[in-house]
């Protein structure tokens, strides 16, 4: 990992601009052993759980976003395998989404908003002799690396429950767009896929029935996408206290005020994760996700503070306007804040509608 960690301080502005080689990331993660954390050990992986990948991508998030949201993307699709009753997903692609030669993208922010009723499903299916028939298109996929991948959907099957399914890159129907083009984290292999007329079998199942599946997946899916935030407060308010300690040395105790905020945020995910508690309480989750987008916020406003004008320099810290266009991604990123918002609002209406009842 120390090695990854080196080569991420040395490639992330590269990374970030699109300018790296990106077909060369996932593997040196892999090579790392970033995606065993949290498999079990029979499954090839480190052991512990979800909690220990949680950290794994935060410590690549203080080097590198983009690095951390493909690990996100690759790690969040291992965990779907790991709670699929489809062991013969697990048996075909985990040797090489641990070890990084395939990528696993996640293309489940759509249905993570099909929970909410924010939206519909965007791929849907037909029946067939032996499986079904799919079309439609998820416009945003991270880590859709050029040189395989499998990306997971959630199906809407007209009179019956909407499914999950595992779409590997090779599908005849299955189209891969060219690269979006973001303001950042241009290196993350996301860009759209288009589904027509793609046949599947049950061997391509996650999931049969998606509405009971997708809440179980949910804690692991935004817990794991927490280890973003973490890793680019920390990043900052290391920067801040850094820059700090030579020219704005008041900025002292508001640091450590954001530091213990951060550290409480964390061990309450940690706990909630650890207890399975958010599967059935996924407001307290989403709670967490805008504290930490919050506790972003506050951590680079320190760290542009602490620089003063030489933030302004890309000479003296050119760090720090990577990390500022990285914090413009948290609150965007599927399902944003302004998502989570509203299912505050939903959950606070009904909850005042039964207590006046």
């Known amino acids: 990992m120390t090695v990854a ?12 601009r699109g300018s790296a080689d990106e077909e060369l990331l996932l593997p040196r993660l892999g090579d790392a052993g970033v995606f065993h954390a949290g498999v079990p050990v029979e499954f090839g992986g480190a052991g512990g759980d979800v909690r220990d990948a ?10 590198s976003l983009t690095a951390a949201l493909v690990a996100w993307g690759q790690r969040t699709q291992i965990e779907y395998f790991l709670q699929s009753p489809n062991h013969g997903l697990r048996e075909r ?9 395939h990528a696993g993208a996640t293309g489940l922010s759509n249905a993570m908003k099909f929970l909410g009723g924010i939206e519909k499903l965007q791929i ?7 499986g079904w028939r799919l079309d439609g298109k998820l416009p945003w996929v ?6 395989g991948f499998v990306v997971a959907a959630a199906v809407e ?5 909407p499914f999950v399914a595992a779409l590997p890159h090779d599908k005849a129907g299955l189209v891969r767009s060219d690269d979006l083009e973001l303001l950042a984290l241009r290196g993350s292999n996301t860009a759209a896929i288009t589904v027509e007329d793609v046949a599947i079998t049950t061997d391509d199942i996650i999931h049969s029935d998606a509405r009971s599946y997708l809440p179980r997946v949910r804690p692991a899916f935004l817990g794991l996408q927490c280890g973003l935030s973490i890793g680019l407060a920390r990043a900052s ?3 801040a206290r850094e820059q700090g300690a030579q020219t704005r040395l008041a900025l002292a105790s508001r640091i450590d005020a954001v530091e213990r905020e951060l550290g409480d945020a964390v061990q309450v995910l940690h706990d909630g994760l650890a207890t399975n508690r958010f599967i059935g309480d996924a407001i307290s989750l989403f709670r967490i996700r805008i504290h930490l987008a919050e506790i972003v916020h506050a951590a680079v406003a320190l760290e542009l503070e602490a620089s003063g004008g030489r933030a302004y320099l890309l000479e003296h810290n050119a760090d720090f306007s ?19 918002h509203g299912e505050l609002q939903k959950h606070a209406a009904k909850t005042a509608e039964s207590v006046a009842a």
């Open 142 to 147: 991270t880590n859709l690396r050029k040189n």
């Open 124 to 130: 849907e299916a037909s029946p067939l002799n032996e």
């Open 93 to 101: 692609w985990f040797p090489t989404f641990l070890n990084g030669t």
């Open 157 to 161: 099957l007209p009179g019956a429950q």
């Open 54 to 63: 949680i950290n794994v991508i935060s410590n690549i998030a203080e080097y």
């Open 5 to 16: 960690l080196a080569w991420l301080a040395a490639e992330a502005h590269a990374l970030d």
């Open 322 to 340: 990577r990390r500022w266009n990285e914090a413009a991604f948290i609150p965007v990123v599927t399902p944003s804040l302004s998502q989570l």
């Open 237 to 239: 308010l290391n920067a």
